[in-house]
């Protein structure tokens, strides 16, 4: 039944876009939107058409399928609580909750994700709904002339698994040299010889013969590949870059000069968030684990004497609730809210014994 569903949803999606590109122009090298919607209606007619035969362990990497969000008395007190289900705090749910003995809770203001999140090509679609917190920046001189008011969009995903949910899903790590000097001007353990066992550790690669073994791991739960639906321009342009002498390369790897397709967080095609990637697989595994959804943080609890953080005050329905902490309050909450989580609610520092 799902499936069907699926399949309707997706020819929905394709009508809708079709209906409201209709005056769509052909860019060049042959590729026009069309070309586009119908690789993602084939790839999802695909998987729909195989989900039978994949294994299991694949196949729960791959669609957003509703992981069963478990919730718990308001009041209850855990060892972490981590604010914010993006990247973060899907990596730290899934980390932490390793150990049987810890209990955690992740929250997270947005909702559960749909299939449509699932399709590369609707990324700029989730900018203008609920999946978005909707900010604009300040008018300021010189800068966004060309919008209203000269306010530029501020996309940030509010939506299990964050911004990687509405995201562009590029899978680039950056160059050796700005992590080493970050930790040069004091920053330890963030060189790029100390960060390369985390990135290693998180990475599922599927990246063939460019794959710059001892830079990858083929065994995390973050799926790595080349983009999966590839245009005429960007093969000329691969080609173009090899004519003027560039090598092929692989840019997470020894060396980023040189050219290549973009490697990105899909599976076969398909939308490989954090959510997927680090929550589904353990969701109805790990019985310490609890997420409460479309509820929203609004205060850290700090104790005035010790300053250390002991729960968090939150908003579920329109009732103000508390959850309590033994351990660390972990502000996972994103590049701002962190700061809104902190400063508009007047704390001002930060919690105590959070950001490990
Ligand atoms: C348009 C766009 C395209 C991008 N494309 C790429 C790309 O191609 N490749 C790449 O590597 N990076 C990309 N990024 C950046 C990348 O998505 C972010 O760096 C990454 O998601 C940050 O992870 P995070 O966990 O720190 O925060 P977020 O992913 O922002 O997650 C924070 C989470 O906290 C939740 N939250 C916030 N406040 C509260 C609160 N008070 N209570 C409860 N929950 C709260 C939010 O709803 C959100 O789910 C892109 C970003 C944008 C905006």
Redesign the pocket.
């Known amino acids: 039944m799902k499936w069907i569903q699926l399949f309707l949803q997706v020819y929905f999606v394709k009508c809708c876009i079709s209906s409201n590109f209709n005056s769509r122009t052909p860019i060049s090298y042959g590729f026009t939107l069309d070309n586009s919607i119908d690789h993602y209606t084939h790839l999802m007619e695909n998987i729909s058409s195989k989900h039978e035969s994949y294994n299991s362990d694949y196949y729960s990497h791959t669609l957003s399928e509703s992981p069963e969000i478990k919730t718990t008395n308001p009041g209850d007190e855990y060892d972490f609580i981590i ?9 730290l749910a899934n980390r932490l909750s390793e150990n049987p003995n810890w209990k955690i809770l992740l ?4 909702d559960k994700e749909t299939f449509f999140h699932d399709i590369p090509v609707m ?2 679609f989730f ?1 203008s709904t609920a999946s978005n ?1 909707g900010d604009f920046t300040e008018p300021e001189p010189g800068v966004c002339k060309g919008m209203n008011n000269q306010r530029c969009a ?19 790590r950056g160059n050796r040299r700005d992590f080493d000097k970050w930790a040069a001007e004091g920053n330890y353990g963030w060189s790029y010889n100390e960060v390369l066992p985390y990135f290693m550790k998180s990475e599922r690669s599927r990246l063939g013969k460019f794959q710059d073994q001892k830079y990858h791991n083929k065994s995390g739960n973050l799926n790595v590949e080349y983009v999966n639906y590839q245009t005429p321009m960007v093969h000329a342009f691969v080609k173009g870059s090899q004519q003027l002498g560039y090598q092929k390369i692989d840019y997470n790897g020894r060396t980023q000069m040189g050219t290549s397709y973009v490697q ?2 899909t599976v076969r095609g398909v939308r490989h968030n ?1 959510a997927s990637a680090f929550l589904t697989p353990i969701m109805n595994r790990r019985s310490n684990l609890s997420i409460y959804l479309n ?4 205060k850290v609890l700090i104790d005035p004497q010790s300053k250390v953080a002991y729960g968090v005050e ?1 908003n579920q329905g329109g009732a103000t609730k508390y959850a309590y902490v033994t351990r660390e309050v972990i502000l ?7 700061q ?2 902190t400063v508009t609610y007047a704390f001002g520092c930060w919690a105590s014994q959070s950001l490990t």
């Open positions: 604010i914010g289900s993006g990247p973060a705090g899907c990596v929250i997270e203001a947005g990324s700029a900018q917190w501020f996309p940030r995903g509010k939506v299990l698994g964050g911004t990687s949910t509405i995201n562009y899903m590029i899978y680039n990105a967080n954090a509820t929203l943080v609004t939150y996972s909450a994103g590049t701002f809210n962190i809104l989580t």
